[in-house]
């Protein structure tokens, strides 16, 4: 995986192309609205040419009510054609971006760790909700408008054309000219629509990260800078959103003026027409109703074009989450070897060489591990976390290989690997919103899990017994209704219930006082006697009990052996083990 790539990568195709690839599997029913939206204009084209029977028959001294029946009905039909039109348009579009939305979440779940964690949280949930919305508006009305009101105006004008041929030229001319105005008015839009939306995505990844750190920014007082970051953020979204807004309004007035200007220069001309006997009256009125008839569809026009701008820019910024790249597929993986808790798992490193945007955190490590206790130690930033992470798979190695039971992971499945393994990470996230849903979240038979035993390997049984809810009780979102060294021993229990062959555990007894560190090394070591358990840690009261300890420094392995042994041989991890198993940073900053 390329350190350097960006977060999200533009789309290899515009967003046209990518608009209407949105519209596969119902381009027929678009195609059905399409006609039922035509057939209302249709409804609406036939009201003039009413008017004006009803008009010759009042000048023929004739019955009026047959032709104002007909011109009722003609109402009545589409009305109902544009009620049902609406709905079905509306409908059509909420399937669509159901389907785009559930597409997004799998793209975004199923992405390489490291381009999500580069990405901003705020700005992922700003694409999948208020992008997909404008989405929706493109599906619901502006494909289907674009296309029916241009087509709509086309036979309003053949039917102008048929009543009188020169009033007809005259607003062709009016209308070419309002149309060539237009034209700058809709890239403006374009532009400020895009920019609008990435400035309220900017202000909800600020938003975000202020919520995953609420208690630090509690803490350190910072609610009013936060207050104003976010603002200012939200200030620019203003500003954007407002220079969006007056290219709509500019588009809009634009249209309406050369329909009222239209209006006003028919009416002058065809009255003079209709005084010299160019013109009969009936056939003016006529005229100048579908001159007023032209203002709906070329509105519509108008307005679907603007939201269609927006929409595109959406899509623009759609396909950047769609284009993620996933995790690469090994498709030269081998059988499944042993489920999970089958057996042990030894894991090796070879000469391993990894690093993060071009700076190095692993420089030609090789340390194998296999059932037991394996402790990395070292001071922070010394590569630990980065070790774990390399076994998950969450990168692989830019040189040399690591290998589980002697095969390679990059030949391995991913999803068969993260089978066989259990990760806890510093921060022990919970996923569920009681206890039991937490403790059992990925456990592949949470039917049978024996999840009173793994509680009291981690001694929560007693305070599970104490809650009113017991296992029901609510956690909070990420697990913040309970204290950190109840969520990182909820943590250990649920990657003790998956069973797999290999535990990994990261800072997993940080937040732990001495009495529950204990309980929970006693229950790793048991863990221990049968798989391969490999743990980073500060806290050098872990690497006691452990079957060896790896010591790292500058990304390199240091020293390895029993943790009496380094106490007695190496000078930082005595230095290490001297600040009471803190972080460790003072004593080896100078240390080679």
């Known amino acids: 995986m390329s350190a350097d790539r960006p977060a999200i990568s533009t789309s290899g195709r515009g967003p046209v192309r990518s608009l209407w690839g949105y519209t596969r599997g119902i381009r027929v029913v678009l195609v059905g609205l399409l006609a039922l939206d035509l057939a209302a204009n249709a409804a609406a084209l036939i009201q003039p040419l009413a008017a004006r029977w009803v008009l010759d028959q009042l000048e023929a001294h004739r019955s009026v009510l047959g032709p104002a029946l007909m011109l009722a009905g003609v109402a009545a039909v589409g009305l109902v054609l544009v009620g049902l039109s609406t709905f079905l348009l509306e409908r059509t579009g909420q399937h669509v971006v159901r389907g785009v939305r559930r597409g997004l979440v799998g793209r975004v779940l199923h992405a390489e760790v490291g381009v999500v964690e580069r990405g901003a949280v705020g700005d992922f949930l700003s694409r999948l909700g208020s992008d997909t919305t404008l989405l929706e508006e493109d599906i619901a009305g502006s494909l289907v408008h674009a296309a029916a009101s241009p087509l709509t105006v086309v036979a309003a004008l053949v039917l102008m054309a048929t009543v009188d041929q020169p009033m007809f030229l005259l607003v062709v001319g009016m209308l070419t000219v309002t149309t060539v105005a237009e034209r700058w008015s809709f890239r403006w839009l374009s532009r400020a629509t895009e920019d609008a939306q990435a400035r309220v995505a900017g202000m909800l990844s600020g938003l975000q990260r202020a919520l995953i750190a609420f208690r630090t920014v509690k803490a350190s007082g910072t609610e009013d800078l936060e207050d104003r970051l976010i603002g200012q953020e939200a ?105 999970a808790g089958g057996g042990p798992a030894d894991v090796r490193f070879e000469g391993v060489w990894f690093g993060y945007r071009g700076v190095p955190v692993l420089r030609d490590v090789t340390v194998g591990m296999g059932v037991g206790l394996t402790v990395l130690a070292g001071p922070s930033g010394s590569g630990k976390t980065t070790i774990l992470s390399l076994i998950e798979r969450f990168a692989d190695v830019e040189r040399g290989r690591i290998t589980l039971e002697g095969r390679d992971l ?74 950190g060294g109840q969520r990182q021993r909820l943590a250990v229990a649920r990657a003790l219930l998956r069973g797999a062959d290999v535990l990994l555990l990261d800072e997993a007894t940080s937040q732990l006082d001495a009495v529950s560190e204990r309980t929970l090394l006693d229950s790793v070591a048991h863990q221990a ?25 500058n990304g390199r392995v240091r020293s390895i052996g029993l943790h009496d042994e380094l106490i007695r041989g190496d000078r930082l991890y005595r230095e290490l083990a001297s600040v009471g198993g803190g972080t460790g940073q003072e004593a080896g900053r100078d240390i080679p």
Request: glycine letters at 6%; hydrophobic letters at 50%; zero cysteines.
């Open 235 to 339: 200030d620019s979204a203003y500003r954007a959103g407002v220079r969006a807004a007056r290219a709509r309004a500019i588009l809009e007035v634009v249209a309406m003026i050369a329909v009222d200007v239209t209006f006003l220069v028919v009416l002058a001309v065809g009255a003079a027409r209709v005084a010299s006997g160019d013109l009969g009256l009936p056939d003016l009125v006529a005229f100048l109703l579908y001159v007023i008839f032209l203002r709906d569809p070329i509105e519509t026009t108008t307005v679907a074009a603007a939201a269609l701008s927006a929409g595109l820019a959406a899509v623009k910024r759609i396909e950047e989450v769609r284009t993620l790249p996933p995790e690469p597929v090994t498709t030269h993986a081998g059988p499944p070897r042993a489920s």
């Open 410 to 483: 990059r030949d391995l499945d991913r999803a068969e690997l993260r089978h066989r393994l259990a990760y806890v990470q510093q921060e022990a996230p919970l996923l569920g919103d009681t206890i039991r849903a937490a403790a059992l979240y990925g456990v592949p038979d949470p039917e049978h899990a024996d999840l009173g035993g793994a509680l009291r390997a981690v001694a929560l049984d007693d305070w599970v017994a104490r809650l009113p809810d017991g296992l029901d009780t609510v956690v909070g979102e990420r697990g913040v209704a309970i204290s």
């Open 529 to 553: 006697r049968t798989r391969t358990v490999i743990a980073a840690t500060h806290r050098l009261s872990v690497a006691a009990t452990a079957d060896q300890v790896v010591l790292l420094a």
